[in-house]
């Protein structure tokens, strides 16, 4: 009877939307819920012409209305908790549908609210002021303007932000060559750390802007360890960070 009681106590696995503008950003995902939440039942909406057409559109009323509505379909019609955009480019379209959708119930998130988080109290250090730089890197150029604009709202303004562009990896990525794209974030992250060292500062942290270079946070690590020992940054990725939030948020 008692084992009965708890099974019907138990919370149902939660449906969770995870809504993609790039093929590689499913791949990015996958692994921090079979890590973290693998009894979560996920559903993969994608519409990659979003990454194509916001260079052109920039973050319109147009873009913002097709965000929302994947987001009501990913309510309405799929039948989902709650809901996980993955790609960081498109923060007030995602403000959009957080603004219609959004409730205590219904967790509709950014996907680098928690590890932005982070990195805002690791570059603050204790008592809020400003403590280190924080180096962010996205392959995909456009995303940076809405972290850079995100991270600070959250530092309040006190952060020391240090942005950075790393060509040619997406462009690797989406041909097929992953272990390429890895070595080409981990050498370029690794040459600003050194570069920093040269200059005998520290960094707070290395933010990875993009779901999709989470793939690279091993190799890059293990680069930085060996090239700066005890002083290397840490690295911070959006899945894991991400996963770990909503699981709390649905009280999992």
């Not at 994947?70 to 019609?77: E, F, I």
């Not at 950014?110 to 109290?121: L, Q």
């Not at 950075?164 to 997406?170: D, S, V, Y």
Request: net charge negative.
């Amino acid at each position: 009877m008692r084992r009965a009681l708890r099974l019907l106590a138990q919370k149902p696995p939660p449906r969770l939307a995870l809504i993609h503008a790039m093929q590689p950003s499913i791949a990015s995902s996958i692994p921090a819920f079979q890590q973290l939440w693998p009894e979560a039942e996920l559903v993969h909406l994608m519409d990659d012409s979003l990454a194509r057409d916001v260079g052109r559109t920039g973050l319109d009323e147009s873009m913002s209305k097709r965000f929302q509505a994947l987001g009501r379909y990913a309510h309405d019609a799929a039948g989902c908790d709650g809901i996980l955009f993955t790609c960081s480019a498109f923060g007030s379209a995602i403000e959009a549908v957080q603004r219609e959708l959004r409730t205590d119930s219904f967790p509709v998130l950014k996907p680098n609210e928690a590890m932005m988080a982070e990195a805002a109290r690791l570059g603050l250090g204790e008592g809020g002021k400003r403590a280190a730089p924080i180096a962010v890197f996205s392959i995909f150029e456009p995303t940076l303007p809405s972290i850079l604009r995100e991270l600070q709202d959250i530092g309040g303004g006190n952060l020391d932000l240090r942005p950075h562009f790393i060509p040619n990896a997406l462009d690797e990525l989406n041909a097929g060559d992953e272990q390429k794209c890895i070595r080409t974030i981990a050498k370029y992250v690794n040459d600003v750390a050194m570069e920093a060292h040269s200059d005998q500062q520290d960094l707070a942290c290395m933010a990875f802007a993009m779901f999709s270079m989470a793939r690279a946070s091993s190799a890059t690590e293990e680069l930085l360890k060996q090239s700066l020992g005890a002083r290397a940054p840490p690295v911070l990725t959006s899945p894991c960070s991400a996963v770990q939030h909503m699981k709390k948020l649905l009280g999992h």
